[in-house]
């Protein structure tokens, strides 16, 4: 079975800052993937980074990147010089190389301030 | 590019009542899924298919069944109603490649109240 933890609630950034949005994970398989999505107050779920655990750099995605540190089995996202459109709710998510199992966290809602 | 498509976007229905939940794709991905968000929650996976005619249980499957006759639709079938499936429904489909990633694309979402 896998497990993804989000112990971020809620948090708040000033405009134009960074952030990080923590996520870890538990996970019994040698090969797995892991996501972030972007749900905004309308509702949908947009993707916006992946990690592959043999990845051997971390993902960058424009103002995204994903510090993967899998020795701690963590994959925090950074947002760099948020935007006000950058306020949603931010879900993390593993899974196997498969594909056929997804687990997501709990999400934790950020809130970007003028 | 329509992508994923559900239908309904909002239903009420009463207890007991069954209903389908539909979800079609246009982009030929061989894996689709169903998941339920519970307000303030992340997404459980209810049902997922790796392909036409094959289809498997998720981490919340009791009270939904589901068919993947064709490539393209999904439908998520609740037999008899329960409060405790109000929840917004989320249909995603992706293409399992060697050696590729690739994300899940997500339909809009069925907002599904039980009464």
């Known amino acids: 079975a896998q497990k993804i933890t989000q112990t971020q609630p809620g948090m708040f950034v000033q405009e134009k800052e960074a952030v990080t949005l923590d996520c870890t994970y538990d996970t019994s398989d040698q090969s797995y993937g892991l996501f972030w999505y972007k749900q905004p107050s309308s509702g949908e779920m947009i993707f916006l980074i992946y990690?592959?655990?043999?990845?051997?750099q971390n993902a960058t995605e424009g103002r995204y990147s994903l510090n993967f540190q899998k020795a701690r089995k963590s994959a925090n996202l950074v947002i760099s010089a948020s935007q006000l459109g950058d306020s949603a709710m931010y879900f993390c998510a593993i899974g196997p190389y498969n594909f056929n199992k997804f687990y997501f966290g709990s999400g934790t809602k950020l809130n970007v301030k003028p | 590019n329509a992508g994923v498509t559900q239908t309904p976007k909002f239903r009420i229905l009463k207890i007991g009542q069954s209903m389908t939940l539909q979800c079609t794709q246009d982009?030929?991905?061989?894996?689709m899924y169903w998941y339920r968000q519970d307000p303030g929650m992340g997404l459980k996976l209810i049902y997922y298919s790796v392909g036409a005619g094959i289809t498997d249980k998720g981490e919340v499957p009791n009270g939904y069944n589901v068919s993947r006759s064709t490539t393209e639709d999904f439908p998520l079938r609740l037999e008899l109603a329960a409060p405790s499936q109000t929840s917004v429904y989320f249909c995603?489909?992706?293409?399992?490649?060697?050696?590729?990633?690739?994300?899940?694309?997500f339909g809009d979402g069925t907002r599904l109240s039980i009464l």
């Open positions: 982009m030929n991905h061989n894996y």
């Open positions: 990690q592959g655990s043999y990845d051997e």
């Open positions: 995603a489909s992706t293409e399992v490649r060697v050696q590729s990633n690739q994300p899940q694309h």
